[in-house]
Structures are given as structure tokens and as C-alpha cells.
């Protein structure tokens, strides 16, 4: 780790020319952790431009559609999502459960999602369901309007 978050303000523009600034202030960057959908797209926009794909390793939050062509051309090593069809049946299995009487405690099993970590204090409900989005899977998840 070599500093702290730069924002981004999850806008392409921005993540570009924050990356820019990254490169230029710390030319021994290996790696890129982007937050927010555009964030890992600017700053694999700003690491094609400079031809550093193969030196600076870029993952994080993407929509595949989005992706695509700077996952295929390695710009983009990894990128993750949770699929919202997923979140969306889970929303739903939660309420069934709360409307028949389940507790909703830690290590509850949600269908189709599995166990899930629930912190009642800050009402969350979490469970480990992230899609990884590279070469071999994103025309997949294309297709499933992804």
C-alpha cells in the first residue's frame, strides 16, 4: 500500500486523471483496487493509455458490459459483482422468512444464497455471493444482460 484511498467520485473522468496522477507520483505502482463501477474503467483507461498493463495490476467493482474490452485486452485483470437477480430473490427470501416467524440471527440460511452474516445492531445481512468477472466469464454474464 503506498497511500491512502483517492477519491474518484465513481466518474470515469475523474478515476482517468486520478490515475494519472497516481502513475506519475508513484512510478513503482503495481496494483489498482477501484471502487465503484467506474472507477476500475477510468483508471484502466488512464493504464492503456500509458501502456502499462502488464506492470500495473488493475481489479474492483465493474458491470461486465462496461468492462469487457479492457478485461479482454488484460487492462483489467479481475473485476467482481454481486448479481442483482441474486439480490433481489434474496430481498424477497428474507421477507418470507421474517413474515414466517424465522429469526433472522447469524448463520440464517437464505435460498439459493446460503448462510448469511447478520449484524442486528446495524441491520445487515451478508452473504458471500461475489461473481468474478474476467476473460473466461464475461461474455457469460453479458449474455445475462450483465
Known amino acids: 500500500l503506498v497511500t491512502d484511498r483517492f477519491p474518484g467520485a465513481d466518474e470515469i473522468d475523474t478515476s482517468y486523471k486520478t490515475t494519472l496522477d497516481v502513475?506519475?507520483?508513484?512510478?513503482?505502482?503495481?496494483g489498482i483496487l477501484g471502487f465503484g463501477s467506474n472507477g476500475p474503467i477510468g483508471?484502466?483507461?488512464?493504464?492503456?493509455?500509458?501502456?502499462?498493463?502488464?506492470?500495473?495490476?488493475i481489479v474492483g467493482t465493474v458491470l461486465p458490459s462496461q468492462a469487457k474490452p479492457l478485461i479482454m485486452d488484460g487492462t483489467i485483470r479481475e473485476g467482481f459483482l454481486w448479481?442483482?437477480?441474486?439480490?433481489?430473490?434474496?430481498?424477497?427470501?428474507?421477507?418470507?422468512?421474517?413474515?414466517?416467524?424465522t429469526p433472522i440471527v447469524d448463520g440464517?440460511?437464505?435460498?439459493?444464497?446460503?448462510?448469511?452474516?447478520?449484524?442486528?445492531?446495524?441491520?445487515?445481512?451478508?452473504?458471500?455471493?461475489?461473481?468474478?468477472?474476467?476473460?473466461?466469464?464475461?461474455d457469460g454474464l453479458i449474455a445475462q444482460g450483465l
Do not use: C, H, S
Not at 483508471?43 to 506492470?55: I, P, Q, S
Open 83 to 101: 448479481n442483482p437477480t441474486e439480490a433481489g430473490y434474496a430481498m424477497v427470501a428474507v421477507a418470507k422468512l421474517v413474515l414466517d416467524g
Open 43 to 57: 483508471a484502466g483507461n488512464a493504464v492503456r493509455e500509458k501502456r502499462l498493463g502488464k506492470k500495473i495490476a
Open 23 to 30: 502513475i506519475k507520483a508513484y512510478p513503482n505502482l503495481t
Open 108 to 138: 440464517v440460511e437464505i435460498p439459493g444464497l446460503g448462510k448469511a452474516a447478520v449484524d442486528v445492531e446495524n441491520k445487515q445481512i451478508k452473504v458471500e455471493k461475489i461473481m468474478q468477472i474476467n476473460k473466461e466469464t464475461v
